[in-house]
């Protein structure tokens, strides 16, 4: 029973949310004065300030609305430092994103950050924190960074422990946009070492977020190693949950003693002084997590087999899990299985949970997969439910390997009544699968259809994904599609959410699709923002599988009207994947044209997001950029975002279309430019869109405009573009074509190391990764039109650079042969410079003949005496050499020893002749007169 505490202060929260609803009823009055917006705002943050979580949730989610319509942005932010100052209490995580929202709108931002810098010195403990911690979100936006970081500099030597708290979240907030990131990684180093717990805490959450960014990755790593070994044990914990982050744990290659810092896990984890049952639990996932990045796999695993018997069951259940990933990589499955045979039978459950999970990922690899499903098939009978939901789903994944898959339906199907929720909702999960490699559905779809009326929300949730495949191969459509519709209503928005998903992404296999059609109308009129917002934007998709109909383009051109702000913004986005396809383009493009004048901030960051999909088929191209330029410079910083992103894409498709050299340069510098914009002001926003674009398309001017000194900063870009991929197989391909090509700048680099003077190697180099581009943007055009249209035009400027190259090396053979000439070297020196004329950039095996020719022509002409012994040696090693690169570092040389090869003149050869004649002669009277005695 509820005590009355608690009454008291959900009463008092409910009270607070309706007078919040009514500030946002007020402000969307259009009558209101300023005077009067202003006394709104000011009960707004007066309202916030000690209020509760449910509240405050509440709250940032009107925030941007709120301060929308404050006329004096300067008056708002003093009123807001004059709130938080005063106020006992005020919620830390409102407090980040309303100083950012107000602050963005200040044209005098230097004078406000040092208004905030202030408050580090007020009397009040949360006040100091609140100013520690927002200083670092507004960095991003401040003119004087270097000023600014000073400031936070300072501060993280600060005598007090909450500034020093604060700052350690703004150092891991700022770091990315630091130049002196070794002084910025220093100061966080000494505060994860600092003496009061909360700082050190603060400080190395801040270590996850910064550390792909450490300039020294092997010191940082010996740091971390430092921190794992702490004999604090909260530094510890935190450390040790660090590296089971993907984001640490990604680096882990990086590490100089990534086997060392792996040993000293291991040792935390296994030795009997560590008491702490917590860290030890998070030494077993961090290993689990390693084990995925540790370069050495094998070595790795002989540690993990040893844990096997470990009589830690944490330690054995981290065994359990890589057993699967090690199959991958080992060359002795036989162990490997003889391991996970051990595990499954494991008396933990947790142990045999972990071990169960592992056969969906190793099943295909195991050899006796007959012996591998009675082991499947027995853990999915298992007394445990944990054993049997990683059973469950470890059937779903190896399906298609299962030789038995009338047993392992069966499984699933007994599974479906199974008494614990996980279990089922890994079972509709799985179902997925097995539509995929059963000829009789029925039975299956009666499975699922069972599970999409569960009363547990997961299991309804899984069941309605997997309704997706099952559309694909099940006869019974009619009932799938009343199903969905049932799903489409359902009383949890997460089901709803999901339902929403299979209905846009299968519109293809549904039966009555008006019917679909008018249900997803109905959802743009959720109770939940998220739903609405959501359906609104991927109408797209069901529009594009109807029929042409006048009626769906009416139906989206309401919607563009709709009184929702969220709905008037994913419809904007739906138009504009439609636009190639519409029958009414003009009155289209008027409906986009009238949003990016809309009263919400949020539609216009829809449009902003949106318009460069359709410009190529926009009927008014001019004033569509003019439109986007007006946004760029919008007050709301989202919509500026993705306005300056927009027009990057933009300018990447006029330079795909620019048929000058010079135009396609400004265009793609133009874009780098707006993509700078952009990336600049997304800092305190977790996904920036030119986070890929930005360091993509300057690693790729730099190769084509830049020296091949520009390597480093090359390779600095393509960093930031790798972690920028996560799973786009556009940006993959486009990575990985960029990559192709900035590998000759670091490899160009190392053969200068031995020759500073001749770069013919540089040509092998950029024509091994040259093809291989010119494939990657084969199979990159259908998914990235404009962006592969125009790395392909950069290719012929990129082939101009590297013939540039080739003509540095006829220049210098034709510089030999002139200076040889009327010397005894004239012959060979010629003989070269014509061979050397002939090349062009081609295949490896065409550079391959250049080099054989060149060796037949030298070998022919240089006589084969003591004192040509060293160019001779030269020539046998450039001839025996079977890499081109190397061959090619051998080739400067041999032509620098041509003016000292020593030839015999004429009439030298023919005076020798003339004795050699005589010597035969006389050897063979002597001959002669032994045999005759």
Known sequence: MKNLKTIYIQAQDRRRREKLIKIVDKLNNKDKSDSDLQNIWRQYIE???GGNDTATSFAILILKTVISRIPDKYQAWEDL?????????????????????IFEYLPNKQIAWEDLYKLTSNNKINVRLIAAFVLGDLFSLVPDKQKAWKDLHNLACSEDI???????????????N????????????????????????????????????????????????????DTNVHIRFIAIGLLDSKLIASNFTYAHNSEQTWKNLLKIATEEEEKDWLIKFSE?????????YIPNKERAWEDLHKLVNNKSEHLRECAAKCTGIAFQYLKDKAQVWEDLYRLVNDEDSSVRSGAAASFGIAFQYIENKTHAWEELHRLANDEDSSV?????????????YIENKVQAWEDLHRLVDDENDSVRSAVASSLSSVFRNIGDTRQAWEDLHKLANDKNESVRINAANSIETALKYIENKKQACETLHNLLEDKSKRVRFAALFTTVFSFSNIADQIQAWNDLLKLTNDQDYLIRASVASLLYLAYN????????????????YHHDMHVRGGTTRSICFLFPNLIDKQQAWEDLHRLVKDESSLVREWVAESLEGSFSYLPDQKLAYEDLMKLANDEDADVRINANHSLGKISIFKASEAETEEKYREELENAIEFFDKSSKESVFHKTSPSKFCLPFYRSFHTIIFEKSSADEEVERYLTEARKAIERSKIKELLFEAIENLAKTLREVQESKKHDQKFNRSEIDYYRRYFDRVEKLMRDAEELAPFATKTVIKGLPIFDRKLNSLLEEIREKAKTACRESKGTDTEEIACAVSREVQKWEIGSQEEMNLYVENLVLVLKSKIPHTPENREILERIELLKDEKNLTKQYSILPTIIGLIPTVNVIPEEAVTNRFDDLKRDISNFNEKLDQVIIS
């Open 178 to 229: 630091i130049l002196n990131k070794q002084e910025a990684w220093t100061d966080l180093q000494k505060l994860v070492c600092d003496q009061n717990a909360s700082v050190r805490i603060s400080a190395i959450h801040s270590v996850d977020s910064v550390f792909p960014y450490v300039p020294d990755k092997q010191k940082a790593w010996e740091d971390l190693q430092g921190f794992i070994t």
């Open 545 to 560: 599988d109807m029929k042409e109909d006048k009626s769906k383009w009416e139906d989206l051109h309401r919607l563009t």
């Open 47 to 49: 309202l916030i300030a």
């Open 284 to 292: 077993s996932k961090a290993l689990a997590t390693l084990y995925l």
């Open 388 to 400: 049997r939901s990683s059973a469950a789903n470890s059937i779903g994944t190896a399906f298609q």
């Open 162 to 176: 909450y500034i020093r708290k604060g700052i350690a979240k703004s150092i891991g907030t700022v770091f990315p």
């Open 81 to 101: 430092l004059r709130v938080v100052s005063r106020a006992n209490k005020f919620p830390i995580e409102l407090s980040e994103p309303i100083f950012y929202h």
